[in-house]
């Protein structure tokens, strides 16, 4: 009887037609929720990787547009002058440096000034040609396509420090098992990592793969890599974060 009161306030107040369109629109949306919600049952139930596989990720980024160089994910100046803080802290000078998944080169313009050597590896030609057009004149870096879950093109015991950033928000938790073999054959011994990656299986929204933080400390100590720190905030009273989408930060070594 409610529901009759409440939908004859609307008749009278916008008209048949408006009240007819919006009582579908919700109709709709309910409907399309629940199918939602079904797939993403499904996706976790069977451990399909949805969007997050190697393959489905070559073909979103190989036809992104890479013209705003990444920086359209950038949420402020600052934000960005901390996360760089953070890397010019954290990576060793002149060391030999990996970074997976560089995009256009956000965070690879910073870390070639303090490598003596860069690697970088993308499962996407084109991201790798935007981030080679970046970096032109630089004659320390490396420009790798691979499978999107080896390195195969990598020496063991060969990199002093990974970096990888809003990257393995999108990789499935199998690539990233794999991806977490790789970083414990690749790093030399005393050798770090830091990884951003979400925390809390994709709930958030923001196109994230199923990881959470527990999950993806368990691949490290399963590789016998030894997750050090875990974060979703830095800086003074913690006022930059990842915590938008649910993500988090961690940081590892190969002793
Ligand atoms: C959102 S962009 C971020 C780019 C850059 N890291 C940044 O922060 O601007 C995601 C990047 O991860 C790469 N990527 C996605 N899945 C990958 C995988 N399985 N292995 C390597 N790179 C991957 C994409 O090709 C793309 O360059």
Known sequence: MRHVRFLGSLVAENGLLWTFEWTLSQLLK???GRVERSLESLERRRALPG???????????????WRRGGEEWTPSAEWKRSLTALIRERAPRQGAILEIGPGAGRWTEALQKLAGALTVVDVSRTSIEACRARLAGSDNV??????????PDIPDDSIDFIWSFDTFVHVSPE????????FRRVLRSGGRGIVHHPASGGLRGGF??????????SLLRSTGLVPLEQFDSWGPQGAFDVKHFGDAITVFAKE
């Open 30 to 32: 309910g409907v399309l």
């Open 51 to 65: 969007l997050s596989g190697a393959a489905a990720n070559r073909s979103i980024w190989d036809g992104y547009d």
């Open 142 to 151: 490396r420009y790798l396509v691979n499978d999107g879950r080896t390195l």
């Open 175 to 182: 690539d990233t098992a794999a991806y977490a073999g790789e």
């Open 208 to 217: 994230r793969s199923r990881m959470t933080s527990d999950a993806f400390t």
